[in-house]
């Protein structure tokens, strides 16, 4: 894909330029429009894209995210930074830290299949990019946003999730205009690897009630 991603160096990362780097890729597929999921931070870039460019979506599906990353006082992202870079300052690796964040994110129930996937992603990110992400992710603030998503929406929470709960994504659902809020049972964060049958079901069902 050319271009795709040259725009940004992962120090500067950030969030118009993550949305802007969607769109490159978007275009360089050559797709007009697009059924567009994001979860945790990619819901995120998800949100900041649908607004700029809604004209480009069929329809979108936020899953296991938010519409801001606390609130504007400062001191819960800065432990937060703290929280998971520290481990890498001290010299604990991206594999290391793959083995704690993603026990904590997938419920029990999680089939060992989506574990062990997940725990390859995470491991395989570079300490720079995981860097950048984090203190990328703690500047999200679009709650004024919501309002101005018009598409057909999705909105997945797992019930167990505690990182994107689910009782403040429905706060979330239910100020964007035309969104579904679903509540995946027994689940947390990882929902989609924890039960991919179920999670599908759900997609599934949404995108055929999605004209196009």
């Keep these: ?30 797709w007009r429009k697009v059924h567009l999921i994001g979860h945790s931070m990619g819901g ?20 296991a995210t938010s519409s801001a990353f606390g609130n504007q006082g400062g001191e819960f992202q800065k432990k937060f930074v703290e929280s998971r870079l520290g481990p890498l300052s001290a010299g604990v690796t991206m594999a290391e830290l793959a083995e704690t964040l993603v026990d904590n994110m997938m419920s029990s129930n999680a089939h060992l299949s989506g574990k062990k996937l997940a725990y390859e992603c995470m491991a395989g990110v570079s300490s720079d990019a995981y860097r950048a992400a984090i203190e990328c992710i703690v500047t999200f603030e679009r709650r004024a946003n919501l309002p101005k998503i018009v598409v057909p929406t999705l909105a997945v929470a797992g019930e167990l999730d505690t990182i994107a709960a689910a009782s ?8 964007i205009p035309m969104c579904r809020y679903v509540c995946l049972s027994d689940l947390g964060h990882l929902a989609n690897l924890e039960d991919p049958s179920t999670f599908n079901d759900v997609l599934d069902d949404f995108l055929s009630t999605v004209k196009r």
């Design 168 to 175: 403040m994504m429905e706060q979330m659902a239910a100020k």
């Design 44 to 63: 995120m870039v998800a949100q900041e894209f649908a607004v700029a460019h809604q004209d480009r979506l069929h329809s979108l599906t936020l899953f």
């Design 1 to 30: 894909m050319p271009g795709y991603g040259k725009s940004i160096l992962i120090g500067e990362m950030s969030f118009p330029s993550l949305a802007g780097s969607l769109l490159s890729l978007i275009d360089d597929r050559g």
